[in-house]
């Protein structure tokens, strides 16, 4: 089962910067497949949060960017603030399930 | 606005057929621009993508699952089912509906998700 690999979990104070990483290979992002970023409050469903590497959705603050490098992308979070608490997901597009692929998905805690 | 509500049982027996059907409100499901996926969450897990539909029928299915799933669309009733046979515990998981943009493969919309537990 292909998947995007992310750090299980990251931390920070309020008003701090966190990133999150998430690395794919030759089959997904490496192949130049966009990657996207998803936010999950506990409970709810997703909520897409980057889209097209590095574009926002509107009602999305500014807080939130991404970026992409060869087969890894980040999602960075600027100003961490309490309600950013949640599961951060990535994902692509893989040749070799012809269809979509997550990351293995980021907690993040605001300390 | 867009919305997408998932609707079906929230038990099948091991062995059984999951049935869930994701009916769309505020939009047509018959555009060119998307497709309609399934994507699942087992408990405390992450994200897994089980197929996708276009409005004309055309399918794409997660290798790992597609000798079990078959996904359909009804346009008439702007809605889109999934099927998952030969269920077992494995299975249990939070079945969430999605609209993909086909220009970028994202999941745009999410329904709130249904909960569907498998045991006897």
């Known amino acids: 089962q292909s998947v995007l690999t992310q750090p299980p979990s990251v931390s920070g104070a309020p008003g701090q910067r966190v990133t999150i990483s998430c690395t794919g290979n030759r089959s997904n992002i490496g192949v130049g497949y966009d990657v996207h970023w998803y936010q999950q409050l506990p409970g709810t469903a997703p909520k897409l949060l980057i889209y097209?590497?590095?574009n926002r959705p509107s009602g999305v603050p500014d807080r939130f960017s991404g970026s992409k490098s060869g087969a890894s992308a980040s999602l960075a979070i600027t100003g961490l603030q309490a309600e950013d608490e949640a599961d951060y997901y990535c994902?692509?597009?893989?040749?070799?399930?012809?269809?979509?692929?997550f990351g293995t998905g980021t907690k993040v805690t605001v300390l | 606005q867009l919305q997408l509500q998932e609707s079906g049982p929230g038990l099948v027996k091991p062995s059984e057929t999951l049935s869930l059907t994701c009916t769309v409100s505020g939009a047509s499901i018959s555009t060119s621009s998307y497709y309609w996926g399934w994507i699942r969450q087992p408990p405390e897990k992450g994200l897994e993508w089980i197929g996708n539909i276009y409005y004309r029928g055309t399918t794409s299915y997660n290798p790992s699952l597609k000798s079990r799933v078959t996904i359909s669309v009804d346009t008439s009733k702007n809605q889109f089912s999934l099927k998952l046979n030969s269920v077992t515990a494995a299975d249990t998981a939070v079945y969430f509906c999605?609209?993909?943009?086909?220009?970028?493969?994202?999941?745009?919309?999410w329904g709130q998700g249904t909960m569907v537990t498998v045991s006897s």
């Open positions: 097209g590497n590095t």
């Open positions: 994902q692509s597009y893989d040749t070799s399930l012809t269809g979509s692929v």
């Open positions: 999605s609209r993909l943009r086909r220009d970028y493969h994202f999941f745009e919309i």
